[in-house]
């Protein structure tokens, strides 16, 4: 009997739906042709049947666009329900990007940043993970840190540029890479490290800026862990050379590291570049300058008799040289002397005087008496009938009758006396007659300057017109 009664009543509800059906099927009809955009007309759901009606599920919302869920909104009656409801399946799957943490909602919420989902219908954003980022508010997708950049915590919203001195060339990472030895980053977000220019250097990770070279060091190749010290005959003057530099000829550097060359001291020379020592100035020669590349020969009158002279020295007294780049003095010969230490040469004894010794500092006079003929001859004896005083090259003999040799040599005969006093006699007397004539002549020109004019009985004389 109950079963008959389910079914009788089954049917007779069935019999009421298709009457209302046929009474309302032009409004329903209706329905379908509104447009929903157009705000102008409101849908009716005055027939509606919301006992269909249930709640949207997490990761959907209800659908206003379609009439059923605008009704089922509508008819509800719990304010719990209310914009939650909606027929059963047409509720619509939250897009990419949003979820739906609550049942009954007809909206969905965007993934804030740090957060996203590449699935429809998500209940819940999933967290980026480290490495990943989502700065902007409904990303379907995490993005991969840059390279240069990184993020160690999840949600992140944006990714940690690289700090000076590190690397990240892959993207997606958690952490920076400390550049390695010979490298460097002096900037922030570097891909990658830069390996220390030549002429530089760094021993120690996670370096911002190299080191330059120091003086006396220097690197030719880039990405290095130190400088080299420059070899011997080599120097560098400035910081982060790139190559040392040869010594020049006159200076040398015997020593690795060195920040200059020394000049070659007095008495030596180099004539190469990249020198390491000095050579000594050889005997003969001398070097009076610093940092020379040669040595001069001993001028003449001089001498150098051992190596690394800064100077020669002259000739003592009775020696001399008389080449270039002599080693020692030799003595002046028979006939020439020198008087004192210098660079002159030796002399030749001036006439009537002589010299028969070598190495002497003067020479001898002639003796009275005596002649010398040669500097180098001994005195020879005066002959009786010649004259020769001190300092005689020959003898003197008179040549005029009127004189005679004697020791003091050639002296007047008494001849000569007799003839110069009465030629004397003779000159006296010329000039008394002389002067007695010009004053007789005075004396008659003074007495007619006193006469007249015109003498007596004489008629005077006119000239002229």
């Known amino acids: 009997m109950a079963l008959i009664y389910i079914e009788v009543r089954t049917l ?18 209706t329905y379908k042709f509104i447009s929903l955009e157009d705000n102008s007309l409101a849908i009716n759901c005055t027939s509606f049947d919301d006992s269909s ?19 089922c909104s509508s008819n509800s009656s719990s304010s719990s329900d209310q914009n939650g409801k909606c027929i059963k399946n047409k509720c619509k799957a939250c897009e990419k990007g949003t979820h739906q943490p609550e049942p009954g909602k007809i909206t969905c919420l ?32 995490c993005l991969a840190c840059d390279p240069g950049t990184f993020s160690n915590t999840t949600t992140a919203s944006s990714c940690t540029n690289c700090p000076k001195g590190h690397e990240q060339p892959a993207s997606g990472e958690t952490a920076c890479k400390p550049c390695d030895v010979g490298h460097h980053a002096s900037l922030e977000k570097s891909k990658h490290c830069e390996k220390c220019e030549a002429g530089s250097f760094t021993n120690t990770t996670g370096t911002v800026k190299c080191t330059p070279c120091d003086l006396g060091f220097n690197q030719s190749s880039p990405g290095k862990t130190s400088c080299e010290p420059c070899g011997l005959g080599h120097y560098s003057i400035i910081k982060g050379g790139k190559t040392c530099e040869q010594c020049y000829p006159g200076f040398y550097a015997n020593t690795t590291a060195s920040k200059t060359c020394m000049p070659c001291f007095y008495g030596s020379f180099s004539n190469e570049s990249a020198t390491i020592n000095c050579t000594l100035c050889s005997v ?20 150098c008799n051992r190596t690394g002279c800064k100077s020669c020295l002259p000739c003592a007294a009775g020696s001399e040289s008389k080449n270039l ?5 030799t003595q002046c010969i028979e006939g020439h002397y020198k008087s004192s230490t210098s660079t002159k040469l030796c002399s030749v004894c001036q006439p009537g005087w002589y010299q028969q010794k070598t190495g002497q500092k003067s020479c001898i006079k002639c003796p009275s008496g005596s002649y010398c003929p040669c500097p180098t001859c001994p005195p020879v004896k005066c002959p009786s009938n010649a004259n020769c005083p001190a300092g005689s090259v020959q003898p003197s003999y008179c040549k005029s009758t009127w004189y005679i040799n004697q020791s003091g040599g050639c002296v007047p005969t008494a001849q000569f006396y007799i003839v110069v006093s009465v030629c004397s006699i003779v000159v006296a007397l010329i000039i008394a007659v002389l002067i007695t004539k010009y004053y007789r002549r005075r004396r008659r020109w003074r007495s007619r300057l006193h006469e007249p004019l015109i003498k007596p009985g004489q008629n005077p004389v006119y000239a002229g017109l």
């Open 12 to 29: 007779i509800i069935f019999t009421i739906f298709l009457q209302g059906l046929l009474l309302t099927g032009s409004q329903i009809s």
């Open 53 to 71: 009606c249930s709640l949207c599920q997490p990761g959907y919302f209800s659908n206003q666009e379609i009439k059923d869920c605008h009704c």
């Open 110 to 141: 965007d993934c804030v940043p740090g957060t996203a989902t590449d699935v429809s219908g998500s209940v819940n954003c999933s967290d980026c993970l480290p490495g990943h980022y989502a700065n902007k508010t409904g990303q379907e997708k």
């Open 284 to 303: 003969g020669s001398h070097q009076d300058e610093l940092g020379m590349s040669a040595c001069h020969e001993c001028q003449v009158g001089s001498f």
């Open 325 to 329: 780049g002599a080693t020692n003095c």
